[in-house]
């Protein structure tokens, strides 16, 4: 893409302003503003730049905080667990070694790395973000091109703040019309998902568009665009608007007086041209998607909370045959069930994909005034120290309470299963996190993705339950 | 990074489509701060039973297979988690070519970091080269990448195709970051570029 007059995407548009030069081979040395560092990806990597004599280039670029092996219990002693604890303190160490801005455990800012980006305003449109996880996809709600890298990468960008790229291919997926009642911005993610499935962007950054994402508030784009990554794209994008200012002013890291006007008028120029060109565009109807959960090991399983475990003959090779028989297998589940016929053990709400103050609300909604099932474990891990402050300031953490759920600290606990938040084998589990890939939760554990208040609602009565049901 | 040029060895067959990193190395394996030593839970889940003992019929648990060096997978390998581990693992293990129909992007690309080399080639092929691997101790493919070519144990030769700078590199066994210093003044004339025009972005 050159910077003519030729009709540019927003990915076009932000990727063009961050070439610092073209290599022969259309490799191109990609500069990167914000870096976001966590404790499990990071070692190896500032340990190479120890061993190489190098720096971190922009320490005023790099922001770290632990999250993914942090315990959600209380943590007032500091962490049981020696290697998890080494992880943490080398982390820890690496940052004050290298200057680099830290959010410690004991501060209320320490949360999900890709809830903290944005709540802290470090994450803006226009912007190129990286951090070694793959849901760094999440910061593109904000306009911003936001991708997940390895460990190497996160050395090279720590040395040079830029990154050796091939630019992406374009896919538009355009939402129309309007989300029924009962359904979210997680069902649309995984009706998306389910369309294209895990390898369908693979290659690609996604732009969401259309009445639908449009209408959807910054959390819910978060986790539209959190989610693009199991739909095999690196990253997902929403062209920025007036939401998308109103929620960044203000916040610490967001630009202030009269930057903030010129930041403003710059994010302005940034949303598609209209005929910009899309290497792919898939369209879809919001008004047809429905409450959605997933039964298989892969998020392209996805069924209507109204449907049945489908049957593995249905499909065309018998590759797909067996695969599917060894989920069904894995998943304790027979073809034909009803769904909502599937009793749980454990309900995780929480994760950069739905660990968000209206997450919270939406599932304390359901939750309010009834009882977490018997037999069935409950636990809610809000996904910063701020989003847990705000919920108790409205007072979600006594409904939680009230009704029986457990209330716990920050951090990626369950979604996971690095700390002590683990599924047992053969535990089934309705969750609000990203994957169900076999002994993600936690070792022979089996997940079901859906979106809070569906989580809420089977916590309620045991089993997998259309919300329709229980709300008005 | 050692370089990669040719490689002969045992190909094992792993003939299952959307292998996720957490099924290559599962999270609970990745508190370590050090790159190696992730070899022995490789596929951690596939190959071990519950009380600890391995599963005679994970392929990589069976001779030739435990010396393989090649992987030839089902489609969209790699997918999930950007975690290095996954790479590390298979390389602790001696792993250094995947063949596969698809990867997912990040893992592909964490591959060449570490001296790895992805192959991707269309279903057909991955399923003879796949029958290939099925074939015991006969089952030994040649990967050239300088000729871009994996040699079958028929002697037939299928071509590749790789990115020309990440070929350079893997060949010579290339760091990228001495590569990118290299254009430090460049770096050096965006980053003040930038800095005078979105000074709040800058501390």
């Not at chain 1, 070439?19 to 259309?26: A, C, I, K, N, T």
């Not at chain 1, 203000?250 to 403003?264: F, H, L, S, T």
């Not at chain 1, 939760?441 to 045991?462: D, E, I």
């Not at chain 2, 001696?94 to 992007?105: E, M, T």
């Amino acid at each position: 893409m050159g910077e003519g007059t030729a009709p540019r995407t927003l990915f076009d548009k932000i990727w063009d302003s961050h070439v610092v030069e073209r290599l022969p081979d259309g490799t191109c040395i990609l500069y990167i503003d914000r870096h976001l560092v966590h404790e499990v990806t990071s070692p190896q990597a500032f340990e190479g730049l120890r061993m190489a004599g190098r720096r971190v280039r922009r320490p005023d670029a790099t922001f770290a905080v632990a999250d993914h092996n942090v315990p959600t219990s209380d943590r007032s002693k500091g962490i049981d667990e020696p290697e998890s604890r080494l992880q943490v303190e080398t982390l820890e160490s690496n940052v004050a070694e290298f200057g680099v801005p830290y959010f410690p455990l004991q501060d209320a800012r320490q949360g999900i790395v890709h809830i903290v980006g944005p709540e802290q305003g470090i994450s803006q449109p226009g912007l190129t973000i990286v951090c070694g996880d793959s849901h760094t996809s999440t910061h593109g709600a904000l306009g911003a091109l936001a991708f997940g890298i390895g460990t190497s990468e996160v050395e090279h960008v720590l040395a040079t703040q830029t990154l050796l790229q091939k630019p992406a291919k374009n896919m538009l997926i355009e939402v129309q019309g309007r989300l029924p009642f009962g359904c979210t911005a997680k069902d649309l993610i995984l009706a998306i998902i389910g369309r294209i499935g895990t390898a369908g962007g693979t290659g690609h950054v996604i732009e969401y568009a259309g009445e639908a994402i449009r209408d959807l508030d910054m959390a819910g784009r978060m986790t539209v665009c959190n989610m693009s990554i199991e739909a095999g794209a690196r990253a997902g994008l929403v062209a920025p608007d007036e939401k998308t200012f109103a929620y960044l002013n203000g916040r610490p890291y967001a630009p202030k007086g009269e930057a903030w006007d010129r930041a403003v008028a710059y994010w302005k120029t940034l949303p598609s041209d209209p005929g910009a060109r899309y290497d792919t565009t898939v369209t879809l109807k919001a008004d047809e998607i429905v409450p959605l959960v997933t039964w298989g090991t892969s998020p392209e399983d996805v069924v209507p909370i109204t449907g049945a475990v489908p049957d593995p003959d249905s499909e065309t090779t018998e590759a797909r045959r067996a695969a599917k028989r060894r989920m069904l297998e894995y998943m304790g589940l027979t073809p034909g069930t009803r769904m909502q016929d599937v009793a749980v053990d454990v309900v995780f709400i929480g994760s950069c994909t739905n660990g968000r103050i209206e997450d919270l609300r939406a599932a304390a909604a359901v939750a309010k005034g009834r009882k977490v099932a018997g037999g069935v474990r409950a636990m809610v891990v809000p996904g910063s120290g701020l989003v847990k402050r705000q919920a108790e300031a409205e007072g979600l953490d006594r409904v939680f309470r009230e009704a029986g759920f457990e209330w716990r600290e920050a951090g990626c606990s369950m979604c996971l299963g690095m700390n002590a938040d683990q599924l047992k084998p053969g535990q089934r589990c309705a969750s609000t996190s990203n994957r169900n890939f076999e002994g993600r939760q936690g070792p022979g554990g089996r997940t079901h993705l859906m979106s809070p208040a569906m989580a809420a609602a089977a916590a309620v009565t045991g089993r997998l339950t259309d919300v329709r049901e229980l709300v008005t | 990074m050692q370089p990669f040029t040719t490689l002969t060895g045992i190909a094992a067959p792993l003939p299952i489509p959307n292998v996720d990193t957490d099924k290559i190395i599962p999270a609970r394996f990745l508190k370590t701060i050090k790159r190696s030593g992730l070899g022995k839970n490789l596929f951690d889940a596939m190959r071990y039973r519950a009380d600890g003992s391995e599963d005679p019929d994970f392929i990589l648990n069976r001779e030739p297979y435990r010396r393989a060096e090649i992987l030839v997978a089902g489609p969209n390998f790699g997918c999930g988690s950007s975690r290095e581990h996954a790479p590390w693992a298979l390389l602790d293990f001696g792993i250094r070519c995947v063949i596969a129909p698809g990867f997912a992007d990040i893992f592909y690309n964490n591959c060449f970091k570490n001296g790895i080399l992805p192959i991707k080639l269309p279903p057909a092929i991955c399923d003879a080269l796949m029958e290939d691997a099925k074939l015991g101790a006969n089952a030994r493919l040649m990967i050239d990448l300088e000729r871009q070519v994996v040699v079958r144990p028929n002697g037939e030769e299928i071509r590749f195709e790789i990115d020309p700078f990440r070929k350079h590199c893997l060949l010579h066994g290339l760091d990228d970051i001495g590569q990118t210093l290299a254009h430090a003044a460049k770096i050096d004339a965006y980053e003040a570029k930038r800095r005078a025009a979105e000074p709040w972005l800058f501390a």
